[in-house]
């Protein structure tokens, strides 16, 4: 099984956060680092494209096997922007995920504050990067579960 994290880039030091707590996260749990990719995207916006068109440009067979990790931050402002883009995320991932027939732990952290967002992104076990990787881990056990069963 393979696990791509599709990561923003804005936001840098959160996001820096994010992802090695998911990365540690998953190592954790058991997997594998070269069974993990990152790749990196300018803002949330873009992270559901990105899944999209990798999800198209990868074999059949890998498609199979990959899991995909959404992993953003979004700092509430002065205008709506800011849920502007954690709704649409949010709704093209459930989208593409059940349209593609294909795993995303959507991870887009949405925050009133930068210290709030902080909390929720630096640190390790309580922050939301440790919990997308143990969320993965528990979409895995369920599918070896679900495979096991229908043997």
């Not at 990067?129 to 881990?137: F, S």
Request: proline share 2%.
């Amino acid at each position: 099984m393979k696990f791509i994290i599709v990561a923003s880039k804005f936001n840098e030091k959160l996001m820096d956060g994010l992802i090695e707590n998911t990365k540690s996260s998953l190592i954790d749990s058991g997997i594998d680092k070269k069974d993990i990719s990152l790749i990196r995207v300018p803002g949330a916006y873009e992270i559901p494209q990105m899944i999209n068109l990798v999800h198209n440009s990868v074999t059949q067979d890998l498609n199979n096997h990959v899991i995909y990790i959404a992993l953003g931050v979004v700092i509430e402002g002065e205008t709506n922007h800011a849920q502007m883009i954690i709704d649409t995320t949010g709704q093209s991932l459930l989208d593409l995920s059940l349209a593609k027939n294909i795993l995303i732990v959507n991870e887009i952290v949405g925050a009133p504050s930068y210290k709030i967002a902080e909390v929720r992104c630096i640190g390790k076990e309580n922050t939301r990067g440790w919990y997308a990787g143990k969320a993965v881990i528990e979409l895995v056990n369920e599918i070896k579960r679900l495979v096991e069963k229908n043997k």
